[in-house]
């Protein structure tokens, strides 16, 4: 295969959401495993509803994952390109005026339906003639423009959901054009398509229909259609479809949260694939990995404790350097190697490194039993002298125990709760040298 050249075609109408950074990420994966070229396209043609503070999010969000682009565009720079196709259509009599209402198209989309028919346009603008449009737009009325379809089957073979085939005598011609001149999305996607010279279109299930209109706008202009790809759907957990949920699963809030961009990426690229669902360090490992014929067909499941614990799964691992910066920000005192090597372990998420800053470097509040108090008294008298090591936990339980005959339990977690105020946490022996002599006689003094 040549090297292939995909696009990410977001709208700049909300926030990235898990739904799209998958359509991202599949794009950018493809394209890096194939040393190809990954294009950012702005689809802002919806001059009202898209923004520049949407778009300039979305270009943060993509960044912040490392999803980066060779290229980028926004289709409001290319009105002129899209007005010279529309009139290349016009010509060919391939884009037509229409001047029904909305009240009357739904009028006959009704009338269709009580008779059992499919409710496809009827092409009765296709019958006016000349005198009759001309007499329409004196009266004030503005056309809107459809693409006539051929009426025959589009079949491509989708390299996800295999061999494909479109009836477009089943769906009404597509509007390319409304009434006040703005076009719709689907006439510049081909346009631009076929000037970034796209050869792989790979976008959600959602669009499968579009793409039996849009091979044909290929077709008409001369061109053959890219390769397509189609992913299923997201679903949550629960089976339910995402929807209702995307404004809780934007990244903005992922990355409020805490969250790590490669357990997004880890598991946005193995959900609804034959891989099982493992963090992984790098894009690019995710590329080796990556192929179209791993993609299943049925809606991918995003579960939130899989990312939770993904993201666990990745902190784990992760080294002072690559987080000490976001550790200061956090809290100064969290930046500290040992600290963050101790603490790691028991964190789900960066920002829990807050409740260990208190533990280690606060004024935790001990916790202790009322029976318990007169051990915890006894024990910190047999608090090994001098500053506190790795060895000291062990070396100060083994005295304990053999002064006061406790073990297990009574013996361990009473001095853990004792010193950190916690039933769990990391390793006792890691985290008394980091607590330091005086905290640790202050808290068990404090029984
Ligand atoms: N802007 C379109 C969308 O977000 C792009 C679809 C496509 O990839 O062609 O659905």
């Not at 394209?31 to 294009?39: D, L, N, Q, Y």
């Not at 459809?146 to 079949?155: A, D, I, Q, Y």
């Not at 299930?205 to 793409?211: C, G, K, L, M, R």
């Not at 759907?233 to 404004?247: F, H, N, T, Y």
Request: net charge negative; with cysteine.
């Amino acid at each position: 295969m040549t090297h292939p050249i995909v696009r990410f075609a977001p709208s700049p109408t909300g926030r990235l959401h898990v739904g799209n950074v998958r359509t991202a990420l599949i794009n950018w994966l493809f394209a890096h495993a194939k040393g190809g070229k990954f294009i950012l396209r702005i689809d802002d043609t919806d001059l009202e509803r898209s923004t520049k503070a949407y778009e300039d999010g979305l270009r943060e969000d993509l960044t912040w994952l490392g999803l980066v682009w060779a290229d980028t565009f926004s289709q409001s720079d290319r009105f002129a390109e899209y007005d010279k196709a529309a009139a290349r259509l016009k010509e060919m009599g391939l884009l037509y005026a229409c001047y029904e209402t909305a009240d009357e198209l739904e009028r006959k989309r009704k009338i269709a339906l009580s008779r059992g028919r499919p409710p496809v346009y009827d092409r009765a603008s296709l019958d006016l003639t000349d005198e009759e449009k001309a007499k329409l737009e004196a009266d004030g009325v503005k056309p809107h423009w459809r693409f006539k379809l051929s009426g025959n089957r589009v079949e491509w073979d989708d390299l996800v959901r295999g061999p494909q085939s479109i009836d477009t005598s089943s769906l009404s011609d597509p509007v390319l054009i409304r009434e006040d001149g703005s076009y719709l999305y689907t006439m510049p996607s081909v346009v631009d398509d076929i000037d970034a010279g796209i050869t792989h279109v790979v976008r959600g299930e959602d669009h499968v229909t579009n793409s039996g209109a849009q091979i044909e706008i290929f077709l008409a202009l001369g061109r053959t259609a890219p390769q397509m790809a189609h992913t299923p759907l997201l679903i949550g957990a629960d089976g339910q479809g995402l929807s209702k949920r995307l404004g809780s699963l934007s990244m903005g809030e992922l990355r409020a949260q805490g969250y790590e961009p490669m357990a997004i990426t880890s598991l946005l690229a193995k959900i609804g694939t034959s891989d099982n669902v493992e963090a992984r360090t790098s894009l690019d490992e995710l590329a080796s990995e990556f192929d179209f014929g791993k993609i299943g067909r049925a809606p991918a499941r995003f579960d939130e404790a899989d990312l939770l614990s993904l993201n666990a799964h990745i902190l784990h691992g992760l080294p002072f350097e690559d987080v000490k910066e976001r550790l200061a920000a956090i809290d100064p005192k969290a930046a500290d190697e040992a600290f963050w090597t101790v603490v790691r372990q028991n964190c789900s998420l960066l920002p829990d490194v807050s409740a260990w800053v208190d533990v280690v470097f606060g004024d935790t509040a001990p916790l202790v039993d009322v029976e318990d108090k007169d051990f915890v008294l006894q024990a910190a008298d047999l608090l090994p002298e001098g500053e506190l090591t790795a060895e000291t936990w062990s070396e100060w339980t083994n005295a304990v125990k053999a002064a006061t005959g406790r073990k297990g339990k009574g013996l361990f977690m009473t001095l853990r709760k004792a010193l950190t105020g916690q039933e769990h946490g990391p390793d006792m022996a890691s985290l008394m040298p980091l607590i330091g002599r005086e905290r640790a006689l202050a808290r068990l003094k404090a029984a």
